[in-house]
């Protein structure tokens, strides 16, 4: 399995932007769907954004569509999830995942392997 391990959350103010940063290591990142979902307080995760392992297609649930987006670079075996007009509602830990299949609809439980999550608070 991969070992993924996530960084760049933290507060900001509504409308600021934070980049996350996903760092793979035991296997190439390059086969793997890569995803970013995200679980509030007393929820269930959600996903937000997925990858394919040679950058196309991307997918994004609707909320994210017009303010995320996620990247990766291969070479450094890492993925990114640049976040834009962020809002309160964007208020969560956000984990990244990785998957060697794409299924759907796609559902967390479908992935083999976490990073430990990373706090993202948008203060209104």
């Known amino acids: 399995q991969v070992q993924l391990v996530e960084f760049g959350g933290g507060l900001v103010q509504a409308g600021g932007s934070l980049r996350l940063s996903c760092v793979a290591s035991g296997r190439t990142l390059s086969s793997y769907y890569m995803g970013w979902f995200r679980q509030a307080p007393g929820k269930e995760r959600e996903f937000v954004a997925l990858?394919?392992?040679?950058?196309?297609?991307?997918l994004y649930e609707d909320s994210a569509k017009a303010r995320f987006t996620i990247s990766r670079d291969n070479a450094k075996n890492t993925v990114y999830l640049q976040m834009s007009s962020l809002k309160p509602e964007d208020t969560a830990v956000y984990y990244c995942?990785?998957?060697?299949?794409?299924?759907?609809?796609?559902?967390?439980?479908?992935?083999?392997?976490w990073g430990q999550g990373t706090q993202v608070t948008v203060s209104s």
């Open positions: 990858i394919s392992g040679s950058g196309e297609p991307t």
């Open positions: 995942a990785a998957n060697l299949f794409l299924t759907w609809p796609i559902s967390p439980r479908d992935f083999t392997s």
